[in-house]
């Protein structure tokens, strides 16, 4: 008994095979309901998942290439201001250095010109002392050989001629 006990026993947990064949056949329908409706569904939804993230790796590739181009043409754009600022300082500091050299130019002229103008006011009062000089000496010598003849020289013509006779003699010693 113990045998039949125990194949009964066995039999309690093992369906029959109608219970199988049904179950099959209701596990197929629902395979086939899933495989035709929420598969595709599933399916769409990882590809558009899929598809973002391509694309979202492609938008970042695209946006990290933009970011290169844009760092060159700014390193571009900084080198060639670097360039262009060294280019003016350069210009600049051989303007200052024309500007300069005008203003000494200037100056040496203004100089030589204040000095020629020095030079030329000192030989009109030369020229002028000269002349005064020699007034005074025609009065002085015309007295003196008032005095040495004993007698004044009447005539301004005489006394002119004899002046300018003793300042040529006394000019002559000198050369």
């Not at 020229?127 to 005064?132: D, F, G, M, N, S």
């Not at 008032?146 to 003793?166: R, Y």
Request: hydrophobic residues 45%; without cysteine; negative net charge.
């Amino acid at each position: 008994m113990n045998s039949v006990a125990a194949t009964n026993g066995i039999l309690l947990f093992l369906p029959k095979t109608f219970d199988i064949v049904w179950s099959l056949i209701i596990l197929a329908i629902v395979a086939a309901f899933f495989y035709k409706f929420f598969l595709p569904k599933f399916q769409a939804v990882f590809d558009e998942r899929a598809s973002k993230i391509e694309g979202g790796i492609e938008n970042a590739k695209k946006a990290q290439q933009q970011a290169d181009e844009a760092r060159r043409k700014y390193d571009d754009q900084l080198s060639t201001a670097r360039v262009e600022a060294s280019k003016i300082r350069d210009d600049a500091r051989a303007e200052a250095s024309h500007i300069i050299a005008d203003a000494r130019a200037r100056a040496d002229a203004e100089a030589s010109q204040i000095t020629a103008s020095a030079q030329r006011s000192i030989d009109s009062q030369h020229k002028q002392a000269l002349v005064k000089l020699r007034g005074e000496v025609g009065t002085l010598a015309a007295a003196l050989a008032g005095k040495i003849l004993g007698s004044k020289l009447q005539d301004d013509a005489v006394q002119s001629q004899m002046v300018d006779g003793l300042l040529d003699e006394l000019s002559d010693d000198r050369q």
